[in-house]
Structure formats: C-alpha cells, structure tokens
C-alpha cells in the first residue's frame, strides 16, 4: 500500500480469471466531501465485468519481526496486546468494492473505484498519493446480465451503489439506458456535473446529459438529493417511479425494460418493489461486509427463494442462504427474501 514494498511480478496470463495484483497508485482525488476517485494502474488485470468487486488490502503489509512475541493467554490476566495493528488502529481485513470503470491500454490496465471515508480502513486509502502500491484480488463474483436486444436500461444507483452504475453504463451503447442517482444532498454525490439541472423545478424527472460519467456513454441522468439541494427533491426511488408514472414507456419498450440498482438495502428493496408492480425485471448488486470475498469465511449470507422447495440445501424449505460474493453479488429482485 505504500511505496516501501515493491510490486508483485507481473501476470501476464490469459488464462487466468482472478488473483491478487500489486497496482500502483495513479490517482485518489477527492470528488466530494467524502467521496475520493481511485484509480489504479496494473500491468495486467483479468478480465471483468460490470457488477463485479476486488478485495483491496487498507494497510501496508509488514515484516517487521522486531514487535513479534509470545504469549499465553489464561482468564485472570489476559494478555495486553501493543502490536502496531492494534496500536495504530489499522484495518486488518480487505474492504470489497465495486470497480467503476476499467481503460485497457498496449501495456497496462486502469481500474476505477469510488470510495468513502466511513472508517479506518478507507481513511487510509484516502492517503494514498500517485506511485504508491495498493494490493488487491479479483476480479470477484457475478456480474449483470445486459438487457434483451433493443431492451432499455434504467441504472439506480445510491450513495457508494452509483459506481457499479458507472461501469455499467460503459457497455450499454447498444442500448437505450437511462441512470437514476441519488444521495442526501449534493455535496455527497460523488460525480461530476458537466453542467447545472436546466430546470431548478425540484418535482422534475427529466434526464438530462449533465453528468459526465454517464454522459460520455450518451446515458442522461436524473439526480435526486433527499434535501432537495440538486435535482428531484425526494428520495431516488420516487424519481424512479415517477418517471415510470408520467414519462410512461409504451408497453413494448417497457416489455424489454431491466432496471438495475445497487446502493442502501432500503433502497434497493423499493426499487425492487417498483419493478415487481410494473413488471419489469430487476437485478440488484447487494451489498454486505465481507472478510474474504471468496466463500471461504461465510460472513456475506444473503436469504434467497428457492424455486424446488425439495431441492437441497435445506429440503423441505423453500429459502436458504447464498453467499453475496460468489453466487453473487447480483442477483435477481425477485429471488431476494429481504
């Protein structure tokens, strides 16, 4: 994570689906208040797709032995712990996130992320300066299903949920798409206006080409802030439904029509809610805490319908427990048991 530890060798291999990568620091800009731009550099990533996370380690590694010791532990004294870990609050376990966008070059890869600073371990990666290396794995879990052919795309996107819409919207220019982004008030969207709403109307619901992360994919934006401080004043659901309401689709396109969303869970359960009463399919990035990212620690269940109640595992029940990061993090609205 910082420049005192050299890369890893460079992967070159087509044939691998995922690893863990050395990248070095290209950029981590502050977008707003909380919100910084990471962009890393790596002479080779696997191929990824929209939806999918990585792991990325938030402290340096060490091999420092001069602080390593022995101890034992028994309930009358236990023992009191002065590592630098604890000493200096770092975050011991990898944080996933989203990749928001990726550049493939002759000679490396860029990839984007959009973090925000809530803690110790993305503290410390709002240090991170231009050259220093930051290690990750992935690329991690599923990814989204494009819409039908001439199908239309509706990205909802809430708070740090907004950076799987950015990636997302760079392989829909086939497709009609709009993108729906949310946030409590403006100084917490983390995107970059290329130009002010048109309408100061807070009740409006008119896309517009004014958000330059979608708009260079052609994709135009409905903004909402919950404090009516930018865009539809209210929260990003009911922009969504209203504009489903009064800017209706004619039931062919809307036939064709997948919503995708990714952001809090109250969130993504109205917009499910939304889908469900008009009959438009929805699938849903979720979001949990996760320790590995890989199935191993089993801390990201997630309750999902079973469609054979008889079939395994838990017969007889028709629900059970899947894990966000490998049999998703997407997964279909309507198999979600919230």
């Not at 991690?140 to 239309?152: C, H, I, S, Y």
């Not at 869970?265 to 979001?287: D, L, P």
């Amino acid at each position: 994570m910082s420049r005192e530890h050299p890369p890893m060798p460079a992967i070159t291999s087509s044939s691998i689906t995922r690893g863990q990568f050395q990248a070095t620091v290209k950029q981590n800009t502050l977008i707003c208040r909380e919100h910084y731009r990471l962009v890393l550099r790596l002479p080779y990533f696997p191929p990824s797709q929209p939806g999918q996370f990585v792991q990325i380690a938030c402290s340096p590694a060490t091999t420092d032995e001069s602080e390593m010791s022995e101890w034992e532990w028994n309930d009358s004294a236990p023992p009191i712990l002065m590592g630098r870990d604890v000493r200096e609050h770092r975050a011991l376990l990898r944080r996933p996130f989203s990749i928001a966008g990726r550049r493939d070059d002759v000679n490396d890869v860029e990839l984007e992320f959009i973090h925000r600073v809530i803690g110790p371990g993305t503290a410390a990666l709002s240090q991170l300066q231009p050259g220093d290396f930051c290690n990750l794995i992935g690329p991690l879990g599923n990814a989204f299903a494009l819409p039908p052919a001439g199908g239309t795309a509706l990205l909802v996107g809430g708070g740090v949920g907004i950076p799987p819409m950015i990636y997302l919207a760079s392989r829909l220019k086939q497709f009609r798409a709009v993108a729906f982004c949310g946030a409590l008030t403006r100084d917490l969207l983390a995107l970059t206006f290329q130009a002010q709403p048109s309408t100061p109307d807070p009740t409006s619901v008119e896309p517009q080409l004014n958000i330059a992360e979608f708009a260079t994919h052609g994709i135009p934006t409905v903004i909402s802030t919950d404090d009516g401080s930018c865009g539809y004043r209210g929260y990003v659901t009911q922009a969504l439904g209203r504009f489903l309401d009064h800017l209706a689709l004619d039931p062919e396109r809307l036939a064709s029509t997948v919503i995708y969303t990714c952001g809090p869970e109250v969130m993504m359960k109205r917009v499910q809610e939304i889908a469900s009463t008009r009959n438009i399919g929805c699938q849903i990035a979720v979001e949990r805490a996760m320790a590995c990212g890989m199935g191993t620690c089993q801390s990201c269940c997630v309750r999902v319908r079973k469609p054979d109640a008889s079939s395994p595992p838990m017969p007889g029940a028709d629900w059970c427990y899947r894990l966000a990061c490998t049999d998703g993090p997407v997964f279909s609205g309507d198999d979600l048991l919230w």
